[in-house]
Structure formats: C-alpha cells, structure tokens
C-alpha cells in the first residue's frame, strides 16, 4: 500500500515544524549558556568587550547546532507523534491500514536528507566560524601565541611573544614528542623585521628551548655561522604544540581525509581527526534513527495510557544516547576499540533497540 501525496507531506511538515521548535529552543537556551560562560572566563581579562563575547557566543552556535540535531530530532519526532496522538489522527490512519513504518517513512527520510545536509553543508560553515572562535578564543581568553599547522610542505609551527616571533618549519615529525628533521627557523623582531635564519638537520623541544643540531645562522646581512648545538629559548611545551593543531571541529568534512593524510606523513597521530570523520559519516544514520526510536517509546506508553511517561522516556534515551556516545568516543580516542566502530556504534545501537521496540509493538 503506497501512501498518498498529501498524507506523506502532512506527516513530514508536521515532523519538522517540531523539529525546527526543538532546535530552535535548544539552540537558545545553548546560546545563552556559552554566553555566561564566556563572561566568566573574561571576567579577569579587562581588554575583552562585551561585544567579543556576543561575537564569540554566535561563532560557536552552528557547530552546537550539529552536535544537537540528534536530540532535536529525537525531542522533535517525540512532540509530533504525541500531537498526532492526542487528536486521534494517528488511531485514524492505523485504522486506515497504514503500518508503522508507512507512517515514519516521511519523518525517516527528512530526518535522513538533514543528516547529509548537515555534513556536506552545515559542517564546512560551522568549521569556519568554529576556526574563528578558536582565534578568538586563544587570543582574547587564553593569550596563546603559538599556532600549529600541518601542510603538505611539512609541519609549520610559529611562536613568540612581544620582543620576538619564530617562524618554524621541518620536513617531519618523530612519533615521539616534538623531534624534528630537517628544520628551518626564521627569526624575527617585534612583529615582521627578520632579523635571521637558522638552518638544522635535527631540533629537540626541550622544557624551555629548542635545541637545534649541527646547523646553520644566517643574520640578516648574509653572515653564516655554523654550530653543533644551539638553544633557542622558547615557552612552548610538547602539550602546547600538540594542542594547537587545528581540532577537528575546525576542519569541514571534504578537507579532514586530506589533513589526515598530512598528519600522518608528518608522523603524527590522526585519530582523533579520523574518529571525526568517522562520526561525520554516521550523522545521516544517527538523525534517522531517531524517528522509529521515539515512535517505539510514544506509541508503546500511549497504548498504557501514560502520556507524562513519553516526555520522562524521550528525556531519559536522550541522555542515555549521550552517555553512550561520550563513552565510544572516549574508548575510541584511547584506542581501546576501533575507530569505525566508536563512530558507527550509537546509531548502530539506537537502530537495534528502536527495531526491536516496534517490532514487539506491531506483533504484540
């Protein structure tokens, strides 16, 4: 039996507006929360406006978007089918002979089509304003000046305070710690006058210093001395470095199989950045099983008679899709369990437990 135009239109409009309600209310009260937040953390810097932080606030909002979607199509499928409930018209298209999975098909498939929306459009706009805030975020609120980037030229680190910045480069990475091949440091004053060149076959981070071996000085009028070892003083820590990568969220997902592949040639671990992209996958799946999930826990506690019970349970899945979520990320970013795996397991585990919830409730 094919469903109707006009019915599969009513269903799916009636799926999103509660779902546009949902984000829209989530995304406020988010909105809200990281503006407190952020003026607390600029509570103890007076050069930070008010203005910065409403900027800060707004750049991080479309990236919370996307981390929300599977909560607000959760919440949202929940408030539509109880609605639907409530005015017997659900009763009435069940009676029509229309099983449950004719009346998700709509809410399914829009739920699919705003996953890949959100991966192939959302997520390159949020990565960029995610990129700015993180600009913002070290200047402003965490006064870093080191910045780290890894391009198919190699590995590209500057550093520096007010008297002097350092340009890094090196062809590659040890996998442990910061030891460098093949380096080039340009040296400057202030903010842009070179004021040299060093030039060395390997370069140790050290607490406090480069430690450069057998290389080259060049100053700026062109004089060149050669040394063994050379100490370039510097604040920079191995946790700094590796923190100043660009963080996943910050990359769109048609540029992270590239980054990955820069990561690694340059020596260093991808799989936080793969873990990622796994999970970037996993968004069009993760959004439409969220429909057949709150339709198994609304129609069940309906069918008892409890309607406050779809609100505790669509509340209580939703957290306990986060715990889940968190805790294969977690396992995964240590690599205790692989990689697709970590990604690919809530949505995996949600579609089992809604299958089998609908299915006990179309045979029982």
């Known amino acids: ?56 606030a707004l750049l991080k909002l479309p990236s919370s978007a996307h981390k929300l979607l599977p909560f607000a199509c959760l919440f949202g499928a929940l408030a539509s089918f109880s609605r639907l ?72 680190l500057r550093q520096g305070d007010r008297q002097g910045q350092q340009v890094v480069h090196a062809l590659r990475v040890s996998a442990e710690g910061m030891r460098l091949s093949e380096v080039t440091i340009y040296l ?29 000085k060049t100053a700026a009028n062109g004089a060149v001395e050669r040394f063994q070892d050379y100490r370039l003083p510097t604040s920079l820590t191995v946790a700094q470095a590796q923190e100043s990568f660009a963080s996943p969220s910050t990359l769109s997902f048609w540029t992270l199989p590239r980054f990955i592949d820069g990561l690694r040639q340059a020596g260093f671990s991808a799989l936080l950045h793969r873990l990622h992209w796994h999970s970037l996958l996993a ?46 990320r977690a396992l995964g970013q240590s690599g205790s369990v692989p990689i697709v795996l970590a990604a690919w397991a809530p949505g995996a585990i949600s579609l089992l437990a809604a299958l089998a919830l609908l299915f006990h409730l179309e045979d029982g």
């Open 1 to 56: 039996m094919f469903l109707p135009v006009t019915l599969l239109a009513y269903l799916g409009r009636h799926f999103l507006l509660s779902l546009a309600a949902v984000l829209g209310a989530l995304l406020a009260l988010l909105l809200i929360a990281d503006s407190i937040e952020l003026l607390r953390r600029a509570a103890k810097r007076e050069a930070v406006e008010l203005a910065q932080i409403a900027a800060m």
């Open 85 to 156: 409930t409530r005015s017997s018209e659900l009763v009435a298209t069940r009676a029509a002979g229309v099983s449950v999975w004719q009346f998700l098909l709509p809410a399914t498939l829009l739920a699919f089509l705003l996953g890949l929306l959100a991966v192939a459009v959302l997520n390159p706009l949020s990565a960029v304003l995610a990129l700015r805030f993180e600009i913002l975020e070290a200047k402003f609120l965490e006064g870093r000046v080191s910045l780290l980037t890894v391009s198919p030229t190699g590995l590209w």
């Open 188 to 216: 400057y004053q202030g903010g842009d006058r070179f004021v040299g060149r060093l030039d060395a076959r390997q370069a140790q981070l050290l607490p406090g210093a480069w430690l450069l071996q057998d290389g080259l």
């Open 283 to 328: 968004t069009p799946l993760l959004l439409a099983v969220m429909v057949p999930l709150a339709a198994a826990f609304s129609l069940r506690f309906h069918r008892r008679g409890g309607a406050g019970l779809v609100i505790g349970a669509g509340v209580l899945s939703g957290f306990l899709l986060y715990f889940l979520g968190d805790l294969v």
